[in-house]
């Protein structure tokens, strides 16, 4: 079975603070994502990486960045925490070719 | 813009009713999907289609791809099929779109 694990699943940070969400796949797949959802608003898509060391910005990328320096690895930085960040974050990873993707279980992020 | 339309956004549905979302979509598409999304946040995918329909166990989904429609049919539903149902397409430009989820209730 894939697994898909998200580093926390509740996170409470303060505006402007600098927030790390990890991301880790044991599947050995290259294909990786970071979506945000929102009521009403359905999963938006943040950023994505093709392979280790890329990255190729999504429809919402904008405080948001992204590192993928291992496989299996993938982060999701936001510099400078905002109120309008605080949203359900979730991370899948799909094998290249292939096109299920599998999904963590979320990180709820509450930015006060 | 919403590539992708689901109804309804919300179901209450009693134990053993028949039930079921449609997704409609504007865009050309490689594959849709049906996902499913359990209270607490988890995403499982539930079926792929690219054409015809599909079975597993209670769930079937079916596509027509002139009307760029799919349904998802839960039969005999159940308390434990409660969740958030999501459509969503891959175009053919390898780009994913999402509907913004069904939420249904059964209730026993």
């Known amino acids: 079975d894939v697994k898909v694990t998200q580093s926390s699943r509740y996170l409470v940070k303060r505006t402007g603070e600098k927030v790390f969400l990890e991301c880790v796949q044991d599947m050995d797949h290259e294909n990786m994502f970071w979506y945000r959802q929102d009521p009403g608003l359905g999963l938006r898509l943040i950023y994505f990486?093709?392979?280790?060391?890329?990255?190729e910005k999504g429809d919402i990328p904008e405080g948001y960045s992204v590192s993928r320096e291992k496989k299996e690895r993938f982060s999701l930085i936001l510099e400078s925490a905002s109120t309008n960040q605080t949203s359900m974050y979730l991370c899948?990873?799909?094998?290249?070719?292939?096109?299920?993707?599998?999904f963590g279980p979320g990180t709820r992020l509450l930015v006060l | 813009k919403n590539e992708v339309e689901q109804s309804p956004q919300n179901l209450t549905a009693q134990e053993g009713e028949f039930i079921t979302i449609n997704c409609s979509y504007s865009?050309?598409?490689?594959?849709l999907h049906w996902l499913q999304q359990h209270p607490g946040g988890g995403i499982v995918s539930l079926f792929m289609?690219?054409?015809g329909k599909k079975k597993h166990g209670r769930l079937i989904a079916t596509i027509n791809i002139q009307e760029k429609h799919s349904s998802l049919h839960i039969t005999a539903s159940h308390p434990r099929d409660s969740a958030v149902y999501i459509c969503?397409?891959?175009?053919?430009?390898?780009?994913?779109?999402f509907g913004t989820g069904t939420s249904l209730t059964v209730i026993p």
């Open positions: 899948a990873s799909r094998d290249f070719g292939k096109e299920t993707q599998y």
């Open positions: 990486s093709y392979d280790v060391k890329m990255k």
């Open positions: 969503a397409v891959r175009n053919t430009g390898n780009q994913f779109y």
């Open positions: 289609l690219s054409s």
């Open positions: 865009v050309g598409i490689s594959a």
